[in-house]
C-alpha cells in the first residue's frame, strides 16, 4: 500500500505558540488514516482544542510540518483554504452556531456555501434536525436553545455535507448520556463511509463505546501514543477496558 | 414643521420601505438566494440609504446645473460668435449717417461678411430708453447716439478678421469702431466656465464623500458580524462570496437612497427651472435641459450603486485578506 497516498492528516515536529507566550503543542508528529476513528484525551489545558484548530486549519503553527489531503496545508495559497475547510466537519466546543440564523438554516449553511441549490438542500436539512430530535425546532434561534440542542445543531451542520474528515472538540458535553451514545452512532456510521474523525473528550465512557477507535493523548503540549494510533498500520484496537457494547439504537445516517 | 413637510417625510419613509421590501426579492431572484442568507439583513436600520439619498440628490441638482450651464453657453457662443457691431461714432449727424451708408455699403461686399444691417433708429431710441426716458419734451435726435451696424461674419469673429474689416472701413468711415460682440459677453462666459468646474468639483466631492460613507459602513458591518464571518470561513466561505453579501446588502440601500435622491434631485431641478423660466431672459432660456440630459441624470443613481458596491467589496476583500 502506498503510504504517502494514503494518509490524509500528517503532523511532523509541529509546535504552537500564542504570540510570545510558551509553546501549547510541542513536537507533535502523528498520522490519519482514512476510515479511521481517532479520539483526542489529555486534561483541561493539555492542548487538545489547539490541536483540533490546527486540523481545521484555523490556526497555523509555529513550527513543523503539515500535511492534508497530500498538501503541504501550511503553505497553502488563501484561496485554497476554503476547499480544503469544506473537506473538514467541525463541531465547535463553544457550537459557534450563527446568532441570527434558525436551526435549519444554521444546518444548511455549509451546502449553502458549497453552492448547493435550495432545492437540493431542504430535504437533507430537514432530515438530519429530524435525526438528532430536533424536528420540533427548525426555526428556533440558537439563542431560544439549550445547550443541548444548540450542540445537536453544531452536530447536524458539520456531519451535513458528509466531510472527509470530521473533527469535533467535545461533541457530547452538554447531552445526555443516551444522546451522547446517539450521536456517537452518528459519527460511527459517518466513520463507515470513509469519513476519518476526530473526537476531543474527557469521557472514558464515550471512548469505550467505540472499541475500534485509536487514541490519542496530549499531556502538557507532548502527544502519548498509548495504543500506537500514530503508527500504521496500527499496532493493536485501543484498549480501553470497555467492550464497546451498548444498545445505541440507530446508529444509520439520516 | 408645516404639515405638508411632515406628510412628504412620511411618504418618503412609506417608500423607502416598499423599496426596501421589494429590491431585496428582485436581488435574490438574481442569485444567491442562500448566500444572502449567511448575513443578517439589516437594511434601513442605519443612515447609509439616507446619506446615498442626500448625496445622489445633491449630485443630480450639481449635475443639472453644470449641463445647463453648459447648454446657455453653448447657445450664447453660438449666436454670438460670427456676430460684429460697427458703431459710427461722430457728433455730426449728416456725416454719422454719410459714414454709416458707406459702411454699410462696403461692409456687404467684404469677403466673409454674411449680412450687414443697420440698426433702424427706433430701435436704437429703445436701447438708451431705459436711461434717457421717453418724456415728452425729450428730443433725442438732438443726442450723438453712434449709429449701429450689426455685420453677420461667416465662421467665428477673430481679431485678425476684425482687423481685416478695419482697414476695409479706414478710408470711407474713419469714424466706425468695431468689436467681435462676444467680447462683450467674454467674462460672463469665463464665470460660467468656473461654475461648471465648481460643478464639477462638487461631484468629485459628493462621490468622494459617498465612497467614505461606505467605506466606514462597510468597517462597521465587518467589526458587527466578525464572528459570524469567522464562522462561515471555517465552513468554507470564500472571501468573495462574503464581500458579495455586504455588496448585495450595501447595492439595496445604494438602489433605494438613489431613487429617493434622483427623485428630490429632479423634483429640485424642476422648480429652479420654473424658477429661471420665469426670468424671461433670453440665455437663461436658452439654458434649458435636452433629453439626453435627463437620461445622463438618471444614469447618476446607477453609477452611485456602481461605486458603492464596487467600494463595499474591496473594502470587505481587504478586510478578510487579514483574516486567518
Known sequence: ?254 | MARWAMAACHETAYLMKRLASALPRTLRALGGEGESRLLPEARLSGPMPWVIAIMIALTVVAAASALALRHAAQAASADLEGGVTVQIVSAAPAQRQRQADAALAVLRHAPGVISATAVPQDQLDALVEPWLGTRAGDDLDDLPIPALIDVRLAGTATPARLDLLRKALAATAPAARIDAQSSWLAPVFRAIGALQWAAGGLIALFAFATVSAVLLASRNALGTHRETIEIVHMLGATDVQIARVFQRSMATDAAMGGVVGLLAGVVTVLGLARQFAALGSGMVAQGSLAWTDWVALAGIPIAGVLLVMLTARLTVLAALRRMV
Not at chain 1, 490541536?51 to 496545508?73: E, H, N, V, W
Not at chain 1, 463553544?94 to 438542500?121: C, M, T, Y
Open chain 1, 1 to 254: 500500500m502506498n503510504q504517502a497516498a494514503a494518509e490524509i492528516v500528517q503532523f511532523d515536529n509541529v509546535g504552537l505558540r500564542y504570540g510570545a507566550g510558551r509553546e501549547v503543542l510541542a513536537d507533535v508528529s502523528f498520522t490519519l488514516y482514512p476510515g479511521c476513528f481517532y479520539f483526542l484525551t489529555g486534561a483541561s489545558g493539555a492542548g487538545k482544542t489547539s490541536l483540533l484548530k490546527l486540523l481545521y486549519l484555523a490556526q497555523r503553527p509555529s513550527r513543523g510540518l503539515i500535511r492534508m489531503f497530500g498538501t503541504d496545508a501550511i503553505t497553502l495559497p488563501r484561496e485554497r483554504l476554503p476547499g480544503f475547510r469544506r473537506r473538514i466537519g467541525v463541531v465547535f466546543q463553544d457550537f459557534r452556531l450563527v446568532p441570527h440564523l434558525s436551526a435549519w438554516d444554521n444546518v444548511a449553511l455549509p451546502l449553502r456555501v458549497a453552492g448547493q441549490s435550495e432545492k437540493d438542500i431542504a430535504k437533507p436539512v430537514s432530515d438530519m434536525l429530524e435525526w438528532v430530535g430536533l424536528g420540533d425546532r427548525f426555526q428556533a434561534r440558537p439563542a431560544t436553545l439549550s445547550g443541548g440542542e444548540q450542540q445537536r445543531v453544531a452536530i447536524a451542520r458539520a456531519v451535513i455535507a458528509r466531510p472527509d474528515i470530521l473533527v469535533a472538540d467535545e461533541p457530547t458535553g452538554n447531552v445526555d448520556p443516551e444522546m451522547a451514545i446517539k450521536l456517537l452512532r452518528l459519527f460511527e456510521s459517518l466513520n463507515r463511509l470513509g469519513t476519518t474523525v476526530v473526537v476531543a473528550t474527557h469521557d472514558l465512557h464515550l471512548i469505550r463505546k467505540v472499541p475500534d477507535s485509536l487514541i490519542m493523548r496530549l499531556d502538557k503540549g507532548k502527544l502519548a501514543d498509548p495504543t500506537g494510533a500514530l503508527r500504521y498500520p496500527p499496532r493493536r484496537p485501543v484498549d480501553t477496558g470497555g467492550n464497546g457494547d451498548g444498545p445505541m439504537g440507530d446508529g444509520g445516517l439520516p
